[in-house]
């Protein structure tokens, strides 16, 4: 029996700046995130609460910050 692939999960973090120059991080969720002074505290945070799963992380050029809000 064949199965069909399994639907592929978009990144659940956005690692990125916003408008400010502060590194954010985002969830897709919109449960948890935070505002963060360096790219090293913001990317540990997210692979943190994505049990170190690199694919659930995206990292999001300057030229398309990236605001933080919880929520959805």
Known sequence: MHRPPAAIEPPRFTVGR?????WVVE???G????I???ED???????????RDRNAVQ???SSNPVEFRLGG
């Open 31 to 34: 449960r948890v995130g935070g």
């Open 27 to 29: 969830d897709r969720l």
């Open 36 to 38: 963060f002074v360096t």
């Open 59 to 61: 990292c999001r050029t």
């Open 41 to 51: 505290a913001a990317m540990h945070y997210a692979l943190e609460e994505s049990n």
């Open 18 to 22: 916003d408008h400010h120059g502060w």
